[in-house]
């Protein structure tokens, strides 16, 4: 490998990559804080969340609906038309990653729903709307932990972040029509165009408008870190107002959550499952086979909690379905860069030693940007 193949590795990860911070790490922590804070306030002062609540057009609740859109919008400046255009430079792991996010993880979320949920149409409809939204966010840390291929990384999100407005509406209704669940497919396409189209053309907006004023620099280092955050406190306000609208429901059938935690949890093991073998099957190398297994196997739960609370309203069995996946969603993927990087030190799948060396040049690299 070339010298300046490995300072090209080396940018990539500067450029692309950031470790998970404190924050981050314990997400699932803090949604729990949530949860527990939301019911508490249902029981003390349960007229706050109504009164904003109330505040409604559309039926869709005005604060809620801002908090819910400030959750989408950082995700859609990961949007990168350019990289896009290299997807005939190794096509295979990201043909295999869209398959299993439009076919297999859809099909295999619908299944378990209807094995384990029968009966619970909300609930039914919440592990739909989780396993028919691939990930177009938090993949791009997960792929850093692990030292995967960050360009494929981008050219997924990329394009799961285009897909997502052409497929999520059709698949979301055929799955929910074949198990004969009635759904307002008008709602369902507003939420998609309210919380995916908005905010994704903002984005191409916002971003060609703040390069051109400020530069990249300031874009990846000052401006999207600022926009994360506000977006992760947009997350914990709507989920402490979402559980204080239904803490008197969870108190009186706290099985609820764990219900829906099964099929999600058993999705979740069969689709890492078959991605990770199906990436060993077509000889995938570790950096694009574990980035494949991650995208794959991942859920853009901030459209599925928005379009649960859109089509069912924030007080909703679904709302608080989906809320589920998040739950569990970081704690798996922190699990899964764990045994990725495990399986690519066993030889499980093909680690050149070009690629090895890279990966500690990279390293090298970072440890010394962490002393500076």
Known sequence: MSSQQIQGQVEVKE????SINYFEKFLTVWVGVCIIAGII??????GISTAIDSWQVAGISIPIGICLFLMMYPAMLNLQTSEIKKLGKNPKPILLTLISNWIIAP???FTMARIFLAGYEQLIVAIILL???PCTAMVLVWGWMCEANQEQNV????INTITIMILYVPIVALLTGIQNIPINHLLLVLSVVFFIGLPLSLGIISKRVIISLKGLDWFDNTYRPFIGKVAIVALLTTLVVLFSLNGNVLLLNPDLLVLVSIPLLAGFAIVVGFNTIITKIFNLNYREAIITVIIGSSS???IAIATAITMYGIGSIAALGTTMGLFWEVPIMLGLVYLGRYLGKRGFWKWPEAALETCEIVDDRSIAL???
């Open 155 to 158: 050219i997924n999100t990329s």
């Open 300 to 302: 853009h739960f901030e």
């Open 107 to 109: 099909f295999v979320g």
């Open 41 to 46: 306030l249902s029981q003390i002062i349960p």
């Open 370 to 372: 962490e002393v500076q």
């Open 131 to 133: 396993a028919s939204s």
């Open 15 to 18: 450029e692309m990559g950031r």
